[in-house]
T-cell receptor, first 114, second 115 residues
Framework: NAGVMQNPRHLVRRRGQEARLRCSPMKGHSHVYWYRQLPEEGLKFMVY????????ESGMPKERFSAEFPKEGPSILRIQQVVRGDSAAYFCASSPPGRVSGYTFGSGTRLTVV | AQTVTQSQPEMSVQEAETVTLSCTYDTSESDYYLFWYKQPPSRQMILVIRQEAYKQQNATENRFSVNFQKAAKSFSLKISDSQLGDAAMYFC????????????FGKGTRLSVIA
């Protein structure tokens, strides 16, 4: 039973380009959460999705950032027109439906904007 | 809004000794979960231990135990018989128990283990 898979592990983008980060949740998990970790900081919540629905996007910047979790395929976090301040580690976590206590995290994608 | 505070940016411990990492949180909820996560240099977030707020008994996982003081909103992690592999960032996190709500993290404590 594979864990939460994130790819790519590292991503380098020039300012103004688009970044696409992918997350495949654990088998049987229908809830996905995206977090951002700036250097020497804790993880900050960005968005919570269920299949085909955004449940809570209160932590996601209104501009340039979007997320989806289609019926088929991985969840995608998309950052348009990246800027240096977007450089961070982006983590995905998943959980099954119902009342659960904890989530399973992926290994993260480190985005570097040059 | 819920907040989690870790007041020790860095800690160090001698191998085989015991160390305690502090965490306080703020919430108006009565039912919630608390967690400690370990993040080694590999960046992987590893769940160390979790505590359910309605349980008075402190959680224990092998060398890791917590001191949960609900009234004081304190949730410290004790690592006994420290090992070199315990060196990592440690994050305290909170989550409401209702629904699949997101985790709220503290800023972390960097633990060094001295041989």
């Amino acid at each position: 039973n594979a864990g939460v898979m994130q790819n790519p592990r590292h991503l380098v983008r020039r300012r103004g380009q688009e970044a696409r980060l992918r997350c495949s949740p654990m088998k049987g998990h229908s809830h996905v959460y995206w977090y951002r970790q700036l250097p020497e900081e804790g993880l900050k919540f960005m968005v919570y999705l269920q299949k085909e629905n955004i449940i809570d996007e209160s932590g996601m910047p209104k501009e340039r950032f979007s997320a989806e979790f289609p019926k088929e395929g991985p969840s995608i976090l998309r950052i348009q027109q990246v800027v240096r301040g977007d450089s961070a580690a982006y983590f995905c976590a998943s959980s099954p439906p119902g009342r659960v206590s904890g989530y399973t995290f992926g290994s993260g994608t480190r985005l570097t904007v040059v | 809004a819920q907040t989690v505070t870790q007041s020790q940016p860095e800690m160090s411990v001698q191998e085989a000794e015991t160390v305690t990492l502090s965490c306080t949180y703020d919430t108006s909820e009565s039912d919630y979960y608390l967690f400690w996560y370990k993040q080694p240099p590999s960046r992987q977030m590893i769940l160390v231990i979790r505590q359910e707020a309605y349980k008075q008994q402190n959680a224990t996982e092998n060398r890791f135990s917590v001191n949960f003081q609900k009234a004081a909103k304190s949730f410290s992690l004790k690592i006994s018989d420290s090992q070199l592999g315990d060196a990592a960032m440690y994050f305290c996190a909170y989550r409401r128990s209702s629904g699949n709500t997101p985790l709220v993290f503290g800023k972390g404590t960097r633990l060094s283990v001295i041989a």
